[in-house]
């Protein structure tokens, strides 16, 4: 099951990797318009105080939904952390085995709130494709069987196979914004920082 | 409704090769950072309120991430390999005639391309640039509303998007000249044309001296306190406006920019100053050149920063008790969000007026008047574009201000509309017209 795991993995980063090339393979557009503020500033800004929970009204407005995401994403990076110390048999100390229990926990309880939520709100449904549904259960079983394990070791089977089929899918779906979150926060800094609105003035 | 007959004339008209071409100029406009856009999107709709459309109303239509999933969805179809492997998992779809219908809705219809969305979205994707490119293959397509195009058309026949003939042009400069004379009481205060070496060549737009001609002479009556060596063409060259931001047909609006940087040659001026319009100032000073794959050989400013060098440099002095009125100040997004000039323009007003208060959002989170995207200029979307306009209204009524300063033209246009409709009891000035009135 191990290897399966480690296959997926190189599965997964290998295809990422390809769709990464195949995205900057569209190529980097010229500009000839006078700079009047600095792109790096823009970026930097784009992942620091824009990310922010207070800094965008959208999350503001949100802040559940928010919270749930961000604890989603925490539980999914601490199953991860769990899944390599699964596969290279180490020992986890007795603190940061609860702090993996709490993460994960809370990331189970957001990944599967934002799935009720986008099956039970009408607009979220609308917007959803069947991928939207398999990406958060794959995810959000993903970390429930990470949280599983911990208490339960002879979980470790259906838990790396569940960990295979998420890595085989991620490139797949919509799991793959993992990368391409970094390249779209990077082009929105630099674009608004070339244009002097991120950081901004006031 | 004639409009909407005859698009669907045009949508039956349409051939395989108009596809193929529609594609083709989307996927020509699609660069790695709108490829990384197209990538990104994860549904989670938190966008959705940061849209006018749809605070105005809460429909799945009107959602950001739904008009950018609409243009995705083709995107995937025909340049991702998952989307012609499985393309029922990942929302993926054909480009034909009714998805050719739902691209105009979406980016035509329900799009100021205001960009508030992309300030607001979790990951980041930059909205108004995907909206652009499927705006431009629609335009490939002969799918651009006909009034729209009427705009265009004219910029590019008669030099200027209201077709007024250069005779009507210099008539109401003149005219407006002499009431500058008598406002001021200097008989050698001027409107000048064509002044060749004059270090600005100042541009307006047509409905200034169409419809609003008390905020050109506003802008005169600055240059003249001032004593500034200006200009404005006579022909080619002065005005400002350039709806190839909206039809996002990229040789023409690159035809009307040149007006522009031709009108600069010929005059030998040093500095194009762009008056109160913000997607003036975006198209002249950001696309622009990118249209035309060249940088100027020459200076951009808005007539904004313009003024308040002439207030820093002391060459104009305000009494802002001279305005004494509570005044508000509106956003324009193509001068804010995608201008970069943001703060110029509240210490301008800081020094021009007595009572100065913020609407809330304000600056880069600033919410569209609902007037821009050329929506003014597209009838069939009126009836959306004043509902959309219900919240700029409500920001305006919050203010409690009497006087909402505008710095732009289509802004201004679509505040008094809503000032009609939602009888918001206020005047809609712009900065100049501020300016003018404290001038000491």
Redesign the interface.
Known sequence: MKLLVLLSGVWAVLALAC?YL????????I????A??DPGKGVVY?FTK?MVPWA????R??ML??AL?MSFHAGVFTAFGLLLAALADLGIPAPLLLLARLLTLAGAIGGFSLLGK?AV????R???????F?SNLLCSLFIALALGWTFDPSLAGIWMGEASLLLLYLP???I??CC??F???Y???A??GR???FP??? | MPELDELEAKLDALTEADFRKGLEVFRGK????????L????????????CHYHRAE???EN?P??KL?VVASVFKHNFTA?GRL?P????AKPFDREMAKAWMDAVFGRCSLCGRC?????????MPKIFRAARAALAAMGLVPSDLQATVDNSLQFGNNMAMTREDWVDTVQWIEEELQMETGDPEAKLPLDKHGAKILFTVNPREPKFFPLSLQASAKVFWAAKEDWTMASDGGWDLTNYGLFNCNDPQAGAITQHLVDAMARLGCTTLVIGECGHGYGSA??????W?????PFE?KSVLELMEDYIEEGRIKLDPSRNKVPVTLHDPCNL?????I??VQ?RILRKAVTTFTEMT?N???NFCCGGGGGQLSMARYKARRIQAGSVKAGQIKATGAKVVVAPCHNCIDQLMELNKEYKLDVQIKTVAEMVAEAIV
């Open positions: 769709l195949n995205v900057k393979g569209y190529g980097k557009r500009l000839y318009s006078k009047a503020g784009a824009a965008k009204e959208s999350v407005m949100n939904s928010y995401g986008r709100k009408a607009e979220l609308g917007l959803s494709c069947p991928d939207d398999i797949l779906g919509k793959r914004h391409f979150f390249t779209t926060r082009h929105l800094g674009f608004f244009r002097g609105t901004p003035q006031a | 699609l660069k790695s950072a709108e490829a990384s856009y990538n990104s999107c994860v549904h989670c709709g938190l966008c959705a309120d940061s809460p429909v799945l959602m991430a739904h999933d998952m499985a029922g998992l990942v929302g992309s300030i607001n979205c979790t990951i980041g994707i930059a000073r950001w696309e622009g050149p990118e035309l794959q060249k940088s100027y951009v804010v969000r995608h201008g970069g943001c703060e509240r959002p600056r880069a989170e």
